[in-house]
């Protein structure tokens, strides 16, 4: 192994001195080339001085030149076109004329004809109008009236504003400003002591929503994993009126949702219109 390792090592020496003859006689003959380029000049040719004047006077005669041909042109189509342009005002001048002559005839005409009478000209008019009148079709009355008897039905099953602001439809009251339009109302209560308490109620589900008003009656909503109810309660006895169980509710999930003990699957309030 030793003597493998001598042998490869003095290969090594001897081919790294060749490459660094040949290297050397790279950059010498590089050396001499570069410098024998910069000892060359090349010759340039003297170009010709050219005569800016002269350029200018030529381009200035040609364009003149140009101009005077376009001028020339025109005058000659226009001494070309003259007769027909006259020809073609002469007809029109008559055409006018003719026209004003038949205005005149008729005129005249209409002058020398019978003054039509008042009794005829107003019976003309009557018997207009009847029969405009007898043109509209009496289904389009009919059916514009049946439309604007159901929009006034679909109008009063509305609540009006008044008996809107005077119950607690939504969240949040009407219009979800926070806003009770009531007077003498309670400002602070207490469960514990009863301090403005009328009523206690235990709700069967649990709910974190807020309660709506309509009248006598307060609305409520609970719920768990598997079930849904809303109440409706006496809102100055307490007592459950009715539970209505919700189902199968359009866009519901298919799956019960995950829901934090905090909110619960029924923390949004009800809304009601009475």
């Known amino acids: 192994m030793a003597r493998k390792a001598y042998f490869t090592s003095q290969w090594q020496i001897r081919t790294g001195g060749y490459m660094v003859l040949i290297g050397l006689a790279i950059v010498i003959i590089a050396s001499q080339i570069i410098s024998s380029a910069k000892g060359i000049k090349p010759e340039i040719s003297p170009e010709p001085e050219e005569d800016f004047l002269t350029t200018q006077l030529l381009t200035r005669k040609w364009v003149s030149v140009g101009g005077i041909l376009i001028v020339i042109t025109a005058i000659f189509f226009a001494f070309l ?14 055409i006018q004329k003719d026209s004003l002559n038949n205005s005149i005839e008729e005129i005249v005409e209409t002058e020398n004809n019978e003054i039509i009478p008042e009794e005829e000209i107003e019976s003309s008019i009557t018997d207009t109008v009847v029969l405009s009148e007898e043109s509209i079709p009496e289904s389009s009355d009919s059916a514009n009236v049946e439309k ?16 809107i602001t005077q119950n607690f439809p939504t969240f949040r009251g009407p219009g979800g400003n926070g806003i009770a339009y009531h007077k003498n109302i309670p400002t602070s209560w207490d469960g514990k002591s009863g301090k ?27 719920a768990n994993g598997t079930k849904r109810e809303v109440y409706s309660i006496d809102r100055h006895t307490g007592k459950i009126l009715w539970t209505v169980s919700v189902k199968n509710v ?23 219109d009475g």
Do not use: C, M
């Open 196 to 222: 403005n308490i009328l009523w206690k109620l235990t709700v069967p589900l649990p709910g974190y929503n807020s309660p709506v008003i309509w009248g006598d009656k307060l609305f409520l909503s609970g």
């Open 148 to 163: 604007r008897e159901q929009d006034e039905k679909i109008l009063s099953e509305y609540p009006t504003y008044k008996e």
């Open 81 to 94: 076109t003259h007769n027909e342009l006259g020809n073609t005002f002469a007809q029109a001048a008559g």
């Open 250 to 272: 359009s866009g519901s999930p298919s799956q019960t949702t995950k829901v934090t003990d905090d909110t619960g699957h029924t923390a949004p309030t009800v809304a009601t």
